[in-house]
């Protein structure tokens, strides 16, 4: 015979506030991403292209360069 477990009040109420934390964590995380791609992105299009040249970019790999840093973590 199997035994089941019904989940008292307390434990429900814990695993949804728990899984509403997760969640909010995730959220602030993404947004941090995306204020700091926003921010390199800002400070990569400012540069001339010589500045750029010296980091080893070009113009046109601004977007990718930010997405790889901020997104892949490369």
């Given at each position: 015979m199997a035994l089941s477990h019904a989940a008292s009040p307390i434990e429900t109420i814990?695993?949804?506030a728990s899984s509403l934390g997760r969640?909010?964590?995730e959220t602030c995380e993404s947004i941090g991403?995306?204020?700091a791609a926003k921010v390199l992105y800002a400070d990569l299009a400012g540069m001339s292209d010589e500045e750029l040249a010296n980091l080893g970019l070009k113009?046109?790999?601004i977007s990718q360069t930010v997405y790889a840093k901020i997104y892949?973590?490369?």
């Amino acid at each position: 015979m199997a035994l089941s477990h019904a989940a008292s009040p307390i434990e429900t109420i814990s695993s949804i506030a728990s899984s509403l934390g997760r969640s909010f964590l995730e959220t602030c995380e993404s947004i941090g991403r995306a204020r700091a791609a926003k921010v390199l992105y800002a400070d990569l299009a400012g540069m001339s292209d010589e500045e750029l040249a010296n980091l080893g970019l070009k113009r046109d790999e601004i977007s990718q360069t930010v997405y790889a840093k901020i997104y892949d973590h490369g």
